[in-house]
Each structure stands twice: as structure tokens, then as C-alpha cells.
């Protein structure tokens, strides 16, 4: 046995199976919180029509969950790193389970809309745990694209739960169905998490609990790694995970700042094609179905996983921040190409794979910096802290676009697409100031480091 950093051992080493079936199940729960957040759009067009709900009310609606996942993110994000990666993940989902169900069972817009806060309050910290588990699981040669793999599980979520809406749940039942079949894949993913994901060795090193080296050698065990015969002493006087340390350390204030509101910005665009697609092209004469209308976000998902895909492997060659800057501005004119509206269901289609494609890739990017620009004992402080600040766009999109089209007319689909795009261009600005550098790395070595070309 030896002494050394254990996380150094996984960054080195080649991955086995078992980090890739942990990688997977990241895969599943962040496809499952796109599904859940996503739900909501599925089911508006019939939320709409049973309840009389106009737009601007439906905006409410719509981001209801976004406003909890803001709450979620710094609340729940916060324990991962004070208690552990799978107990959060854990408690994030039967806060999940139980908000979905009890959504289907809703019997009026109120109701309705404090059980999508309550649900996005989970989907909020499992965000932000399923985040640092993916990259404190991989090795150092297979974490960007694992990284990338990781955030297209979220247009996946979109792209399984709507196929399963516009072909079975919509059609023979109505929008309660969506929410319930949320509540049982949820509720499915409990068992599988307590059964094959060990808490990660970087939180373990970092938190060390009295049984961490046991707790530490068990996880390389699973991930069939050398043991450790004791660990390296903790750097002196090193940070806690909380708040103040991401916003007052000299090296991790500019870091969370840049990332907290660039993300933010981006997510006004982003969630506007989420959130708003659906009831968009349900409106648009000559009108179509709620199932046809879903397909459409259906496959802005399929354009959302390819771009994430895509931007793995441009990681891998020019690392994150030019292929960041470049998806962001094809996105403002991806998204902003939407709004010209489109006589056949096909043009919808494929406008929307377009405006995903660059969109979600832009996210991906963002999720590798938070990958990197984190040391593991605030990783999910971190984002968690990022994501929060991040869901006040997501939460403010549907929003802002409601209002936008009750300001200028329905008829003005142009203009507030453009509009609804400049957030990204806000983001785009401020990733270009975000400074690049491995926290890990200059933890380990207790010097400021070098910025990563």
C-alpha cells in the first residue's frame, strides 16, 4: 500500500467499469432532471386549456421549478459538500419523487406551482452533487469528454420523457400523466444510486471523516485502484466548503463571479426555447396538436445531446473556453433564427434542433469550467452556488418572455426571440474574461498556479 493523493490515483489511472457505470447513472440523473424540469413545457399546452391560464400566468407556471432549483442549488448543493455526494443525491431524490407525484395530483394553478418549487428544489442540489461526482470519478484523460457525456444526459431527459409524452402519455391520457411518469422514474433511480455509487474519494480526502481512509480504500477497491496506507496530511489552515470562502478567496471570487452571472445570462436563452417552444408552435397558425407541438421539444433535445457530444470532443482539442465562446454566438443566431416562425412542422424541427445544438453545447462548457475552476473541498459549493445564481435566468426566462409577447403582440415572435438571444451574448462577454485554471491542482501544490492554456 502507499501514500498519496487519492485522487491523483484516479486521475492517472486508466477508468474500469465500475466509473464508467458511475458516469452512466450521473448520465441517467441529470437526464431525469431534464425530464422533470421539462415536464412542465410538455404538459402547459393542457395546463392551458383545462385551467384557462393565459400567458403571462403560464410564465409563472413554467418557472416555478426553475425558482426552486435556484433555492436547491445553494441549499441542497451546500450539504454535498459538508455530508457527502450520495447522501445528497439521495435526499434530492425523494424530494423529486415526492414533488412530481404530488404535481399530477394537483387540483389548481397554486397548488400546481408550489409542488414544481418543491420538486425543483431537488432537482436543484442533484444538480449540483451529479457534478462533482462525474468529474471526481473519472480520470484526468477522460474527464472532459465524460464532462460532456454527463450534461447531454440533460436534452436526453427531454428526448426519452417526450417521446413517451407525444406518443403515449398525451395521447392516451392527458398532461397529469407526465408528471406521475416522472414520479416513478424518479422514485426507480433511488435504489440503483444506494447500490453502485461510492461517496468520492475527493470529498472524503477533503472532509476527512474519522473512518475516511476505510471509506477512501473502499471506493478505490470498487474502482479496482491501489489502496492507501494513510492519507497526506490536510494542507494547513485549508477552506471549508461554505459561501464566503468562493466569494472572499482572491483566486475563487473572479472564478465564481464570471461563472455565476455568465451562466445566469445564458440560461435566459436557453430556457426560453425550453420552456416556451412548445406552446409556441401550438399557437402558431394554422395551430397544431399538443403532440405534435411536444414533438417539437423533442427534438430541440435530440439537437441539444448532439451539441453536447460535439463540444466533448472539441474539448479535447482546444480545451474549453474557445469552443464555449463560439457555441454561444451561434446560439444568439440560432435562437434569434427561430423567431422568423415556419409554415411546416419539419422547419419548427429543425430550427429548434439548431437553437439546442449550440445552446446546450455553450452549457456543457460551462460545466467543465465548473469541473475545473473548483477545488474538490468547495467543488459543489461551488456550483451549487453557480447553478443558484444561474436558475434566477432560468426562473426569469419564461417569465420575461411572457411578458414580452403580452408587450409587443403575439404576432412579434421575431423580436422577442432576438430579444430573448442577447442573453448570450452577455454570457459570451463575460466567459471571455473568465481566467482558466486547474484549482485542484493548485491546491495540491499550495502555490497560485498557472492559468490553463
Not at 409554415?343 to 467543465?368: E, K, L, P, Q
Request: glycine share 12%; net charge positive.
Amino acid at each position: 500500500m502507499s501514500q498519496q493523493d487519492p485522487q491523483r490515483i484516479l486521475d492517472d489511472n486508466p477508468m474500469n467499469w465500475r466509473q464508467y457505470l458511475v458516469v452512466g447513472l450521473m448520465v441517467a440523473l441529470n437526464a431525469l432532471d431534464g425530464f422533470d424540469v421539462l415536464s412542465s413545457a410538455f404538459a402547459a399546452p393542457g395546463i392551458s386549456k383545462e385551467w384557462g391560464v393565459s400567458r403571462e400566468a403560464l410564465g409563472i407556471v413554467l418557472s416555478a421549478e426553475l425558482v426552486g432549483m435556484g433555492f436547491g442549488s445553494v441549499l441542497l448543493g451546500g450539504i454535498a459538500d459538508k455530508l457527502g455526494r450520495k447522501p445528497a443525491m439521495l435526499a434530492c431524490l425523494v424530494v423529486m419523487a415526492i414533488g412530481m407525484y404530488m404535481a399530477h395530483a394537483a387540483t389548481g394553478v397554486s397548488e400546481l406551482t408550489s409542488w414544481r418549487f418543491i420538486t425543483g428544489l431537488g432537482i436543484g442540489g442533484m444538480l449540483a452533487a451529479t457534478n462533482a461526482v462525474t468529474a471526481e470519478s473519472t480520470s484526468k484523460a477522460g474527464r472532459s469528454l465524460s464532462m460532456a457525456i454527463y450534461v447531454i444526459g440533460y436534452p436526453l431527459g427531454g428526448v426519452i420523457g417526450g417521446f413517451a409524452a407525444q406518443t403515449w402519455l398525451l395521447q392516451v391520457y392527458d398532461w397529469r400523466a407526465v408528471f406521475l411518469f416522472g414520479a416513478v422514474v424518479t422514485a426507480f433511480m433511488i435504489p440503483l444510486v444506494a447500490l453502485f455509487v461510492p461517496e468520492t474519494t475527493a470529498f472524503l480526502n477533503a472532509a476527512r471523516p474519522a473512518n475516511a481512509l476505510e471509506r477512501i480504500n473502499r471506493t478505490l477497491a470498487a474502482f479496482a485502484k491501489p489502496a492507501l496506507s494513510a492519507l497526506k496530511a490536510p494542507v494547513a489552515g485549508a477552506a471549508k466548503p461554505k459561501i464566503t470562502e468562493i466569494l472572499s478567496n482572491p483566486r475563487l471570487r473572479p472564478v465564481t463571479l464570471l461563472l455565476a452571472f455568465g451562466y445566469m445570462f445564458h440560461t435566459i436563452t436557453f430556457y426560453y426555447i425550453l420552456k416556451w417552444a412548445v406552446k409556441i408552435v401550438a399557437d402558431y397558425p394554422p395551430g397544431y396538436s399538443q403532440p405534435e407541438a411536444a414533438s417539437v421539444l423533442t427534438y430541440a433535445n435530440i439537437g441539444g445531446a448532439l451539441g453536447g457530444l460535439l463540444f466533448g470532443f472539441l474539448m479535447k482539442r482546444w480545451h474549453i473556453k474557445g469552443p464555449t465562446v463560439a457555441m454561444l454566438l451561434l446560439g444568439v443566431a440560432a435562437v434569434t433564427a427561430f423567431g422568423r416562425g415556419f409554415d411546416t412542422m419539419w422547419g419548427w424541427r429543425v430550427a429548434a434542433i439548431m437553437a439546442m445544438f449550440f445552446t446546450n453545447g455553450a452549457i456543457v462548457g460551462y460545466y467543465s469550467a465548473f469541473a475545473l475552476g473548483f477545488p474538490a473541498h468547495a467543488r459543489a459549493t461551488g456550483a451549487g452556488f453557480v447553478l443558484g445564481v444561474g436558475r434566477l435566468g432560468a426562473a426569469g426566462s419564461p417569465i420575461i418572455a411572457g411578458f414580452l409577447f403580452k408587450a409587443l403582440g403575439d404576432e412579434q415572435l421575431l423580436l422577442v426571440s432576438f430579444l430573448m438571444s442577447l442573453g448570450s451574448v452577455a454570457a459570451l462577454v463575460l466567459f471571455l474574461l473568465l481566467p482558466m485554471r486547474d484549482a485542484d491542482a493548485e491546491m495540491a501544490e499550495g502555490i497560485a498556479g498557472e492559468p490553463v492554456d
